[in-house]
């Protein structure tokens, strides 16, 4: 990778609307002040705006006047719209942190609607978001701050995993060989129960470290709140500049009541909307239909509508939480949930197995989204879901790892190979599943069930500049490079991911992880 550094005047680099500035500096005051003058017509007024920086501090006073060089006199009416683009140029100009990057010479997948592939394009990035994609293009060139020669390499979105454990990362192999219930109740809770905040904290840390090398930039965590310190953790995925929703889990049980239960809960809740950080957000997250009882159920449905936030739950998993939930009330899983108003909330139902026909074609006018975990439902046998017929019915489907202790790693590229190869199989033909529909479910199908399709998900105009980076070169098992979207969905390693980019900023450089610290 080349990086070429172009220093260019401030004035010419920020001003988007051929202004001319002039700095009088006055060392005297902490004011800014700006004077525009309008020039094309020799009669008219000028037009002064004061700006005034509101700090305490004794530093210089800058003036600047900005002259509009454009020939056309009658377009130019001094108002809300010409204020506007007059205070993005001063607020370009004093905040200097405020560059163009240009990545030259990489073959893009964006993941768009269309699905469009630029090859030896360009990705132009300014401050945390995308300002173009697409072949080269000289005016981008010739306005970066910065330019990256990735010299052929492949770029993608950064991967969304809808459904994991970071907290569970410590128990990655506890226990192998076992079907669900029997893994949760005999291994995985008694496992939990002796979680210490110390324990949690570095789990997170290292289940971080794991999805960013591999490519995941944002992620929807669900976690037993035992031995957890919400404060730790959210420091670290602060630091760590990820986007997730980090969700407490609800169960029943016999020492807590319900009431008790959704209190303690809420009380996390409220704590993580306090950071008002929009990059680690919540949702209500009671375990499952099977491991909650109908009050629980009914209240966390409450909490969430209350509180305006989605619902995350584990749904039609596997058959024997088909027979309980039968047995329990008299109904399957999803009409039970039905029943209780759960999809008439947005909502990220993980697993969704156990689907038949009908409650498909429910799930489609529904607000719910299903995050489909194809390597963890093959080690627990639960199942293979029918995520063709999810997906042709309209229902969104994200891909998710579930965590390292059923999987057992946080590998997104391996979980979209899989996913893809079950489904041909399941189907019995191998059409199905294409590679773009593999690589959407990988990232703006993701984007979508978690509620951030307008965000995340895609590399387009508007959006974060979230993205991984991979050469090829030199990688035997991505030859030849011309079949680039092959590769990315059946060759691709998570060890193949070289840089990883988080709204502009690389979270990972040459596989080594810049943000967390083990």
Not at 36 to 54: G, I, L, M, P, Q
Not at 108 to 114: G, S
Request: aromatic share 8%; charged share 25%; proline share 3%.
């Amino acid at each position: 990778m080349k990086i070429k550094e172009q220093t260019r005047k401030l004035a010419v680099g920020c001003s988007k609307h051929s202004f001319e500035v002039v700095d009088k500096t006055d060392e005297v005051s902490s004011k800014h002040c700006f004077e525009v003058a309008d020039r094309t017509d020799e009669v008219s007024s000028k037009h002064c705006f004061e700006v005034a920086d509101r700090t305490d501090e004794v530093s210089s006073k800058y003036c600047f006047e900005v002259a509009d060089r454009t020939d056309e006199v009658s377009n130019h009416t001094y108002g809300k719209v010409n204020l506007k683009w007059f205070e993005e140029s001063t607020t370009c100009l004093l905040k200097k942190e405020s560059i163009m990057k240009v990545f030259q010479h990489v073959n893009i997948v964006t993941c768009d609607q269309n699905f469009h592939v630029y090859l030896d394009g360009i990705l132009a990035v300014k401050d945390s978001q995308i300002v173009y994609v697409g072949q080269d293009k000289p005016a981008f060139l010739e306005q970066a701050e910065q330019i990256i020669d990735y010299q052929g390499a492949w770029i993608m979105p950064g991967l969304v995993n809808c459904h994991t454990h970071s907290a569970m990362t410590g128990l990655r192999g506890i226990r192998d060989d076992s079907n669900l219930h029997e893994w949760l109740n005999d291994y995985i809770w008694p496992a939990e129960s002796e979680f210490t905040p110390d324990m949690t904290t570095n789990a997170v840390k290292e289940a971080l470290t794991e999805m960013l090398q591999s490519g995941t930039t944002t992620f929807n965590d669900m976690y037993n709140p035992n031995g957890v310190d919400i404060q730790q953790i959210y420091q670290v995925v602060k630091t760590s500049k990820m986007r997730c929703y980090f969700s407490p889990t609800l169960f029943s049980s016999e020492t807590e009541t319900t009431a008790e239960t959704i209190s303690r809960t809420r009380s996390i809740i409220d704590e993580i909307l306090k950071y008002k950080n929009p990059n680690f957000k919540v949702m209500v997250a009671p375990h499952s239909p099977y491991s909650c009882s109908r009050d629980l159920l009914e209240a966390s449905l409450e909490m969430a509508k209350e509180l305006n936030i989605p619902l995350h739950v584990h749904v039609a998993e596997t058959k024997e939480e088909s027979g309980i939930i039968l047995k329990r009330y008299g109904k399957r899983p999803l009409a039970f949930l039905e029943e209780l108003g759960y999809l008439d909330h947005p909502s990220v139902f993980a697993h969704g197995v156990e689907l038949n026909e009908r409650e498909i074609e429910r799930l489609a006018s529904s607000q719910v989204a299903i995050a489909h975990n194809p390597i963890s439902n093959l080690k627990l046998a639960s199942g293979i879901a029918p995520i063709i017929q999810l997906q042709k019915a309209g229902v969104a489907v994200g891909i998710a790892t579930d965590s390292v202790a059923s999987n057992n790693n946080l590998d997104m590229f391996e979980e979209g190979r899989t996913a893809a190869l079950l489904q041909k199989m399941k189907s019995g033909d191998a059409s199905q599943f294409p590679i773009e529909t593999a690589l959407k479910v990988l990232t703006i199908e993701g984007a979508k069930a978690l509620g951030m399709e307008n965000q995340i998900g895609s590399l387009e105009v508007g959006k974060q500049a979230d993205f991984l980076v991979i050469q090829p070169q030199g990688k035997i098992h991505l030859q030849p490079q011309e079949n680039m979207l092959s590769h990315l969905v059946y060759a691709v390693k998570s060890s193949d991911v070289d840089d990883v980019y988080i709204a502009g900023e690389q979270v990972v450089k040459q596989g080594q992880v810049l943000t967390v610290e083990l």
